[in-house]
Nanobody
Framework: QVQLVESGGGLVQAGGSLRLSCTAS????????MGWFRQAPGKEREFVAA????????AYADSVKGRFTISRDNAKDTVDLQMNSLKPEDTAVYYC??????????????????WGQGTQVTVAS
């Protein structure tokens, strides 16, 4: 089993920044990719970003490219999401996800096996 706990959400003005962090515990996630997704009220969960175990490969949703950066520290079992130039449309619950199927950087939610409980991000206009 893997437990994922997100932190760092909150309320921020448009144009501001937030940094989300996800800490993993339990089963080791070595050689596995991790990702961030988000879900706004009334909408389906959508991909935000993903990163390979080495950090050498990453992917982003078009809507966040150039504004968000995903990173990980395998020694600390953490994956972070730095969010800059936030927009009201970024408002959502953000979820950390981990796959145990290998080092596949993917935007498909079904490829992820473990999810955190989510952290709320609200961007005021």
């Amino acid at each position: 089993q893997v437990q994922l706990v997100e932190s760092g959400g909150g309320l921020v003005q448009a144009g501001g920044s937030l940094r989300l962090s996800c800490t993993a515990s339990g089963r080791a996630l070595s050689s596995n990719a991790m990702g961030w997704f988000r879900q706004a009220p009334g909408k389906e969960r959508e991909f935000v970003a993903a990163i390979s175990w080495s950090g050498g490969n990453s992917a982003y949703a078009d809507s966040v490219k150039g504004r968000f950066t995903i990173s990980r520290d395998n020694a600390k079992d953490t994956v972070d999401l730095q969010m800059n130039s936030l927009k009201p449309e970024d408002t959502a619950v953000y979820y950390c996800a981990a796959t145990i199927r290998g080092d596949y950087v993917t935007d498909r939610p079904l490829m992820y096996d473990y999810w955190g409980q989510g952290t709320q991000v609200t961007v005021a206009s």
